[in-house]
């Protein structure tokens, strides 16, 4: 199934040493087009829902971790497996997973604090911001948020990078 048209890019990160491979390849690559955004309904999402770190951007980071040796963190709309807890409601989050150089997963990080378009198919994380030990990269915070749509949003990102 081919990915919607639509406004929906996820950011995605990696980290590799300055010069490195993925350092060359992604250099002024910020952004990249994985499934969309701005989904109105469960329905209008559910095509592009994915099982907890074993969808096709799941894959998609662990490949390219393991292509370019590099930390990489990408967002994707998450569907958890609730077999186990059964009857259970179903669950779906607005998450990113992390993976490191060796292609294992090292974070699944689920959106707090949502936004009113992830209000519409999303549950809140539990466990607030991302704060953990990444080998490479120190002590990091992790969150989601939507893209800066007004200038002075995207300036102060300019300050901070």
Request: charged share 20%.
């Amino acid at each position: 199934m081919p990915f919607p048209q639509h406004d929906f890019i996820p950011l995605f990160s990696a980290h590799s040493k300055p010069g490195g491979r993925f350092h060359q390849a992604m250099r002024g690559t910020r952004l990249t087009r994985i499934s969309g955004y701005n989904f109105k309904s469960l329905q209008h999402i559910s095509p592009y829902l994915e099982p907890t770190t074993a969808g096709i951007t799941s894959l998609w980071a662990r490949t390219t971790a393991l292509k370019y040796e590099c930390v990489v963190t990408v967002g994707y709309p998450e569907k958890v497996d609730v077999t186990p807890k059964w009857p259970a409601s179903p669950e779906y989050y607005n998450s990113a997973i992390t993976v490191n150089a060796d292609g294992e997963t090292i974070a699944n990080y689920r959106k707090s604090f949502l936004y009113y378009a992830d209000e519409t198919w999303a549950l809140e994380g539990p466990d607030g911001f991302f704060d953990g030990e990444i080998d490479g990269l120190g002590n990091v915070a992790m969150g989601i948020c939507k893209w800066p749509t007004k200038s002075f949003e995207r300036e102060y990102l300019k300050l901070d990078n």
